[in-house]
């Protein structure tokens, strides 16, 4: 039962974070988001078999699959996280117009 | 293929529209005009083959999977309109220059014509119905486009309302269209129409209703017509050729077209006749009412749509073949008689009939030909009109079944008709008679009357000349309906009903115009806008302001208040899963191990501190240690390279947040009040619970899949890779992690795209020895070892900033080889063991971030990277490995082995080099974020806010 209460809590933290005023708030918001699907992911190939995918199978190795999923999904949340900063500046950049107690991160 | 390639032609033809106006300005039209000829011709060369009964037909696979092929193919019934469309074209075309100025838009709307003159092509000769609804929606489209193309504020309202009108009747036809592929099994409408008995009752009645309603829509009849007036605030061209001409006609050709499946049934014929009579009527009459001639043209268009849908009605051979004969005829008629209603207010600058009096004096040509194609729509010889009417009242009174039907049906065409004579007649005194308004008026250029002249002539001598056509047009009716023989048209028939009918038509109409001032009280008391149309309108405005009203919440400065209702969505969804599922398989045993507890109890910890903190720092570190306290749990989740991966990409993002953050408020913004954050936390732990709910009842209850086995038994020997993540990475989901790294990319390029210009004052960007600007790049910041000095304009404050830490960059010496000596060893070992193109990227990348943090002004040697150059080598480099393969006959990204020559063991498969493509865009990324986020050399207006100030 441990994997669903990991997504539970990243879950939750993630969404009041995302709920929150700030812009750096959203993006680790976002980051938190985004471990939570990674562990449903895995979680979805079972969590019993432990043992890594490398040399060879055995009854106790994991699901591959969901790995390859995971590790190219890190790298997108990644990306959105870089996407998400950039425009944060980008914001910033044009606080000409904004009122100050948007300033803030 | 002589259909294709028309298509193609007129496709080619909007294409070169740009070249030809910039060669010839608005003259091109003349050109089109031609071509618009040529492709007429084209079409003609196959009449032989469509006057002996056969088809032409062309046909290539479009959606295999649906059974849908994009066929096109051309009977008679089609050539008539696909002629009407190119011919008319022609004229049209042929009048655009005189009639554009010189320093219009003129591009824009010979492009926007030609397009439209193709999209009706498509539509008459499709020969499936997903085809023909495309087309169908093209020509809808490119109306509204036209209505709208001179971006009047005025045109707006108009120009909307035809788009909603006639799209509602584009829903309605694509409703039928499911409906009849779903009954029928098929979307190829000539094996539709050639078996109408296959279609149970139901679809029928449904199929047909609905195909009554887009045709009733495109063409006006009422209670759908009061779009077309409306559409009148085009420029006179396009209301010649979309709205007389040929679009309006796009719902006669689908009720002749679907004639074969429900025609011969009473609802449908009923609903035709009576309709399609109103129409005319209403229209007629409202007609009657109108000075402006553009307006006049307009209603009068909707009365004899409304002629021709009641004719369709009829279902005799005799009356398609009038419905078809009238069709051309109308085209023609109104097509001259807008084309002389702009000349006319071109010239007089009014289209006021009341401001036209004794036009003759000034202008006796036009007028005189005005005169001629008023004829014709008054139905009087010897005009192609009277040809066309004569038919039209014949075939009225042959209505089936019961014998007062008929008289009543023709009836009421007859009262149209007088109605309509009444205005042509009331159209030609208003310029013919009365004193002359205005001075200084004259005919117009001879090249300006042409077109119009041409068709004016053309539409009379047809009259008399109607033989021509008959072969085509009696083709066509057996086209629309195999059911006999139609009559031969001919100018004569001798003393019928029908010429009788057209007598009394003469008369009555003569005493209706005679006593113009009583009948003109009496009509002025009909309500003057249908009450239809208002109604629309209030509908209209009533849904946009319920739409400003739903998107109220997505307007806030905030996130919280949008992503409400999503959230919100995703508790409610779980409550409606949790309560409709059925029994869940039961778990295998809960797979949890210690250590995941101990986990769980770090995460619940940092996670407090995260939600709790309001120091920015604090807040990017507790995030990382999250990323850190998972990558162990999916270390002990037997998921090595995902944990290295994570691990390394926390450590990256904890770099690129404080290169952003760097000399901003150390401070995050308050919580806000109390009630805000204890609603915030209460749907915040609501749509937590409800993601443990899911991820509880949704995984751990099933044995691992069959795709998980294959790979685990495959991989090895397939590939000769141990490490199956990497292995499906980079050989079996290539074309996945291709797509992935190309997401990469186009975040890079958006970073790119969204920090240019202003990031980099001139005082950063000034030249210096190791800063060359690059595209793509910002200009690097000048080099740390650059004398301030040759910084030209640099703010005083900026030298400090790009002074490196010292404790940063002895790290960075020390160890960013080792950082790229560790990211070559595990990209290198990526297929054998834990490693690969992400993780070696990732690592490498993290040399870089570290490089920046140490050295603002730009790290020596990996300061020298840039992303695009990498992002391009990176994807260049894993398409060639994708393609290569290709050559040799097999699918696309196929991993090739090649043994080491030599003294080198082992071989090398293809997949290292697309693992390699894959290092360089990660790369890329981070080399682009590194720099474009960084902040700390921005040179950032002067006077920053003051930290701790709020």
Same mark, same amino acid.
């Given at each position: ?25 959203? @993006? *680790? ?11 449903? #992911? =895995? /979680?979805?190939?079972?969590? $019993? &078999? %432990? ?18 999923? @995971? *590790? ?11 996407? #998400? =900063? /950039?425009?944060?500046?980008? $914001? &910033? %950049? ?12 | ?950």
């Amino acid at each position: 039962m441990s994997a669903p209460l990991i997504v539970g809590v990243l879950v939750a933290a993630g969404v009041f974070l995302l709920l929150r005023p700030g812009q750096l708030r959203l @993006v *680790l918001g976002f980051v938190l988001l985004g471990h939570a699907v990674n562990v449903v #992911l =895995l /979680a979805a190939g079972g969590l $019993r &078999r %432990r043992e890594a995918a490398v040399d060879g199978a055995g009854p106790e190795t994991v699901d591959p699959l969901p790995q390859a999923f @995971v *590790l190219t999904a890190i790298v997108i949340t990644f990306g959105i996280t870089i996407h #998400l =900063l /950039a425009l944060l500046r980008r $914001r &910033r %950049r044009g606080r000409g117009q904004r009122k100050p107690e948007e300033e803030e991160a | 293929m002589i259909l294709a390639a028309v298509l193609a032609w007129q496709l080619l033809l909007a294409g070169v529209v740009p070249a030809l106006t910039r060669w010839l300005g608005r003259d091109a039209g003349y050109l089109l005009a031609i071509g618009y000829l040529i492709g007429a011709g084209l079409l003609l060369t196959r009449l032989p083959v469509i006057l002996d009964d056969r088809a032409v037909t062309v046909s290539w696979p479009w959606l295999p999977s649906v059974g849908v092929a994009a066929g096109l193919r051309m009977d008679a019934l089609s050539l008539v309109f696909a002629l009407l469309a190119l011919g008319v074209g022609a004229f049209i075309m042929a009048y655009c220059p005189r009639y554009l100025s010189a320093r219009g838009r003129h591009t824009d709307v010979y492009v926007t014509m030609t397009l439209f003159a193709g999209a009706m092509l498509g539509l008459v000769l499709a020969d499936d119905l997903l085809v023909l609804f495309v087309f169908w929606e093209l020509t809808s489209v490119l109306s509204f486009v036209l209505i709208g193309q001179d971006g009047r504020s005025a045109a707006r309202g108009p120009a909307t309302r035809a788009l909603l009108v006639t799209s509602a009747g584009g829903l309605a036809l694509l409703a039928a269209v499911v409906v009849l592929a779903g009954s029928l099994g098929t979307t190829d409408l000539d094996r539709i129409l050639a078996e109408p008995g296959l279609l149970a009752t139901a679809p029928t009645v449904a199929a047909g209703a609905l195909v009554l309603l887009a045709a009733f829509t495109k063409s006006a009849q009422v209670p759908f017509h009061f779009w077309l007036p409306g559409a009148m605030v085009a420029i006179t061209p396009v209301s010649a050729y979309l709205h007389a001409a040929t679009m309006v006609k796009a719902g006669i050709y689908l009720l002749m077209r679907f004639s074969a499946l429900f025609g011969g049934r009473w609802a449908w014929d009923v609903t035709l006749i009576g309709v399609g009579l109103l129409t005319a009527i209403v229209g007629a009459l409202l007609a009657l009412r109108q000075h402006d001639l553009k307006a006049l043209l307009a209603y009068s268009t909707v009365s004899q749509l409304g002629l021709l849908v009641g004719v369709i009605g009829v279902g005799t051979p005799a009356s398609d073949a009038a419905a078809i004969l009238y069709t051309i005829a109308h085209a023609l008629f109104k097509a001259t008689l807008f084309m002389l209603v702009g000349i006319i207010d071109h010239q007089a600058g009014s289209r006021d009939l009341r401001e036209l009096s004794g036009l003759r004096r000034v202008m006796p040509v036009t007028v005189a030909l005005t005169a001629l194609a008023a004829m014709s729509m008054a139905g009087l010889p010897p005009t192609i009109g009277f040809v066309g009417k004569e038919a039209i009242f014949e075939a009225l009174t042959d209505v089936h079944g019961v014998a007062w039907l008929g008289w009543t049906a023709a009836g009421l065409g007859v009262l149209a008709s007088v109605l309509t004579f009444a205005y042509a007649a009331r159209l030609v005194y208003g310029l013919l008679a009365g004193p002359i308004r205005q001075r200084g008026l004259h005919e117009p250029a001879w090249s300006f009357l042409a077109p119009a002249a041409f068709a004016a002539v053309t539409a009379t001598v047809l009259g008399p000349a109607v033989a021509v056509l008959s072969p085509l047009v009696e083709r066509a009716a057996s086209d629309a309906r195999p059911q006999g023989q139609a009559p031969y048209l001919a100018f004569w028939h001798g003393f019928t009903v029908a010429l009788g009918l057209s007598a009394l038509t003469v008369v009555l109409g003569t005493l209706l115009a005679g006593y113009r001032r009583r009948t003109d009280r009496l009509f002025a008391a009909l309500p003057t806008a249908p009450p239809f149309a208002g109604a629309v309108e209030r509908g209209r405005q009533a849904l946009v302001r319920f739409g400003a009203l739903v998107a109220r919440p997505a307007r806030a400065a905030e996130p919280g208040p949008y992503l409400a209702r999503p959230l919100l969505a995703v508790v409610l969804l779980a409550a409606v899963a949790a309560m409709l599922a059925g029994p869940l398989p039961a778990p295998r045993g809960d797979p949890s191990r210690p250590g995941d507890w101990l986990v769980l109890a770090l995460l619940a910890v940092t996670v407090a501190g995260l939600l709790t903190t309001r120091s920015a720092l604090a807040a990017v570190a507790l995030t990382g240690v999250v990323g850190l306290l998972l990558s162990a749990w999916f270390l002990t989740a037997g998921a090595p390279d995902v944990a290295l991966t994570l691990m390394l990409v926390e450590v990256l993002t904890a770099v690129v947040v404080m290169l952003a953050l760097r000399g901003r408020p150390g401070r995050l913004a308050a919580p806000g009040r109390p009630p805000g954050v204890a609603g915030g936390a209460l749907l915040a732990l609501l749509v937590g619970a409800a993601a443990a709910a899911g991820t509880a009842a949704l995984t751990g209850r099933r044995e691992p899949s069959p795709a998980s086995r294959w790979y685990l038994r495959e991989a090895e020997p397939a590939t000769g890779g141990d490490n199956v993540v990497n292995t499906i990475l980079v050989d079996f989901r290539a074309l996945d992690t291709l797509g992935e790294a190309v997401v990469l990319a186009v975040v890079a390029v958006g970073l790119v795209a969204l920090l240019r210009g202003p990031a980099r004052p001139p005082a950063g960007g000034a030249a210096g020895p190791t800063a060359v600007p690059e595209p793509g790049t910002a200009a690097p910041p000048p080099g740390p070892d650059q004398p301030a000095a040759g910084r030209a304009g640099a703010e005083p404050t900026s030298g400090e900033r790009h002074r490196p830490d010292p404790v940063l960059a002895l790290a960075y010496r020390a160890l960013a080889p080792v950082m790229l000596g560790a990211s070559a060893v595990l990209f290198l070992r990526g297929h054998q063991e834990t490693g690969g193109g992400f993780i070696g990227a990732l690592l490498a990348g993290t040399a870089v971030g570290l490089g920046q943090l140490a050295h603002p002004g730009g790290a020596p040697l990996l300061g020298r990277l840039r992303a695009v150059p990498l992002l391009t080598t990176g994807l260049l480099l894993a398409l060639a490995v994708g393609l290569a393969p290709m050559a040799a006959g097999r699918a696309f990204l196929t991993p090739i082995k090649v043994e080491a020559p030599g003294p080198l063991p082992g071989s090398v498969t293809s997949s290292l080099v697309f693992d390699l493509g894959v290092y360089l865009m990660v790369l890329a990324l981070i080399v682009a974020a590194v720099r474009r986020l960084d902040t700390a050399p921005s040179g950032r207006v002067p006077g920053p806010v003051p930290e701790g100030v709020r």
